[in-house]
């Protein structure tokens, strides 16, 4: 039992790396796909196009699931999908919703300075272990004046608009 909860931990770890790299690597740094939806995303924040991964997501933790059953491997694919899913939950209401805690807050504050200031820097989008890493949480005071430029941004209204980023990045294609 405990071999299962530490592959579901190792999963959830394993996805704030792959966060950062997807997020980062490939939608700031070189040009991919990824970056081009992102880059609608930045232009309009209520581009949400990550709503199409959840096919291909849920139709690789099946076949897993059918090919091999449980074991701890399974655990810790099952802990990068909740990764994935904190995410969206998280990223969903820094851009739409109150903060309910200082957690969330200062998520909040740190992507919209990500967004309005300097793409460069907070690339995490759930949490800052690997900003801080690899070198992109920028230093304490540079920090404060973007975190206070952000601060009293409203969040979004209305509905997300995923269709019509997809459409806009395969015009763009």
Known sequence: M?????CFTLGIGAWTLLEYVIHGVLSHLFRTPVGSLHQVHHADPHAVFTSRAWIPVVLIVL???GFFGFPPATFALLGLVTGFIG???LHYR???ARPHNRYE???????????AISPGAFLGVTNSLWDHVLGTEPALT???EME??????????????WRRAVTIYLRRS
């Open 2 to 6: 405990l071999s299962y909860a530490l």
């Open 63 to 65: 076949a897993v699931i």
């Open 87 to 89: 995410y969206e939950v």
């Open 94 to 96: 820094i851009h739409f």
């Open 105 to 115: 807050s200062y998520l909040r504050i740190r992507h919209l300075a990500h967004h």
């Open 142 to 144: 540079r920090r404060q």
């Open 148 to 161: 206070q430029a952000v601060e009293k941004v409203p969040v979004l209204t209305g509905p997300t608009n």
